[in-house]
């Protein structure tokens, strides 16, 4: 992947994601219930609290709010350090107040686990580790040092010792387990979303060389009427000005120019504009077209085809998807990567299916990860030794999983094993497949041959240039 694109997944943190407006929204919500639950308190149940310093707490986190409402710009988005304080100076907030209101003896305790959630799902590991940890420190505090709840008749409301240590194992044991989850869903579907976001751009890639190359086919088409005036008139010069050497030689010269911007205009696009090849092509050639750049390092690349028990000889065509070369290219160029000699690539059809077989001598999958081939941003550590057979190899593990999504997306289902663990090179023979990995792409022939009834397209001439 481009070192722009690696810089655009990232180089940016989560928390640069959440505006400032989302957070002060959240905050007037919880000072709303905040003084709600003191009114109700002090009004309905006669609580005897600290109103002034309570009311103190509350009218910090207003201030808060207001300033952030008039110094920064409604489209704000904090940064790290910005949105650590700010979910700092929430948790802290929010324990004061419980300090002030019973401890732990407070039903409403358990809202210091909201900090760290929020924390856990926007803010890097070392940030929800130090708000994870002072939130457990504040609930240790809580159960010993807090002002208690009394009603007007001066009785303290608590509750028994065996319960405060219950709350304070529920809510410690909640910070650790819902932080811990939270970070772990919202890191999968992050990666997940990156992921998903460099298929894209490697899809849009491929659809742009796929329709370059319509535009270079029209060029050739339309260029090839004034070429072929200009080497018939050049010739008649030629002819006509044998008296004259030094104009002859100009004359010559045009028609050799014209002759070459025609050889150029056949390599770059040999067909008219409206060239079927440019959305179906033969089977062999897709593989050949997706397999061309890699072919000059340094591994051999062999290329088999032919039909399965029961399938007839004549080689499918199919469609010339981008998102079909793309895939196959990622899953050849791991191939090549991690092959010490030979890449081998069979590719075997009848009248249900077509099979692509990507093979290669290397080491092959380590085991542990056969089942998780294909998620995002999976790779693991490279030892020294792998760095000595592989100095080549740089990467984000962003290959497989786009291959894959790549190819599921034109109806293929991928299956990927060692040759090591005894999968026959083919299931029409019986000699065994290298000991390095394998790939195997399959489709039903019905969803990719282009001469299927729904993927048919309507014939048309193709016109090659003639000079």
Not at 190 to 197: N, P, T, V
Not at 418 to 430: L, P, W
Request: aromatic letters at 6%; one cysteine or more; charged letters at 25%.
């Amino acid at each position: 992947m481009p070192e722009a694109n690696s810089a655009l997944l990232h180089g940016q943190e989560r928390s640069n994601w959440i505006r400032l407006r989302t957070l002060i929204l959240l905050r007037w919500v919880a000072i709303a219930g905040q003084l709600a639950a003191i009114t109700v308190a002090q009004r309905m149940y006669s609580l005897q609290l600290e109103v002034g310093l309570c009311y103190l707490a509350i009218g910090v986190s207003v201030t808060g709010n207001l300033i952030a409402i008039f110094v920064f710009p409604e489209n704000k988005r904090l940064t790290e350090p910005e949105n650590f304080l700010m979910v700092l100076f929430d948790l802290l907030q929010l324990a004061f107040l419980l300090y002030l209101t019973g401890g732990l003896h407070n039903p409403f305790a358990m809202l210091l686990l909201g900090p760290v959630t929020i924390s856990a799902s926007v803010l890097g590991l070392r940030s929800t580790l130090i708000i994870g940890g002072t939130a457990i420190i504040l609930v240790t505090l809580l159960a010993n040092y807090h002002l208690p709840l009394r009603t007007d008749q001066g009785f303290i409301l608590r509750v028994p010792d065996i319960f405060v240590f219950g709350n304070w194992a529920a809510i410690t044991i909640a910070t650790v387990f819902m932080g811990a989850y939270s970070r772990r869903v919202s890191s999968e579907m992050h990666s997940m979303s990156e992921a998903l976001a460099a298929t894209q751009m490697a899809l849009a890639r491929e659809q742009k060389l796929t329709d370059l190359g319509g535009v270079v086919a029209a060029a050739a088409h339309e260029l090839g009427t004034p070429l072929a005036t200009i080497k018939l008139t050049s010739s008649e010069l030629i002819e006509e000005l044998d008296d004259r050497p030094d104009l002859r030689e100009d004359a010559a010269l045009i028609r050799e120019q014209a002759d070459r911007c025609r050889d150029i205009l056949r390599d770059m696009g040999r067909a008219g504009k409206d060239d079927l090849h440019l959305r179906q092509a033969p089977l062999i050639a897709v593989i050949n077209e997706a397999a061309e750049p890699h072919r000059d390092r340094g591994k051999i690349i062999l290329i088999e085809e032919g039909p399965a028990k029961g399938g007839r000889q004549q080689q499918p065509s199919i469609l010339r998807k981008p998102e079909v070369i793309h895939g196959l290219r990622n899953l050849i160029q791991n191939a090549v990567d991690f092959a010490r000699t030979t890449v081998w690539i069979e590719t075997r059809w009848d009248d249900e299916r077509i099979w692509i077989r990507i093979m290669d001598d290397g080491r092959g999958f380590p085991p542990y990860v056969l089942g998780r081939i294909g998620d995002p941003f999976m790779r693991r550590r490279r030892g020294e030794s792998e760095r000595l057979l592989r100095p080549e190899y740089e990467g984000m593990g962003l290959g497989l999983f786009i291959a894959k999504t790549l190819l599921e997306r034109s109806g293929a289902e991928l299956r990927f094993a060692n040759g090591s663990d005894g999968m026959a090179r083919d299931r029409d023979r019986e000699d065994p497949a290298p000991p390095g990995a394998i790939v195997e792409v399959v489709w039903r022939r019905k969803s990719i041959d282009a001469r299927a009834d729904e993927n048919a397209i309507p014939a048309g001439a193709n016109q090659p240039i003639s000079i």
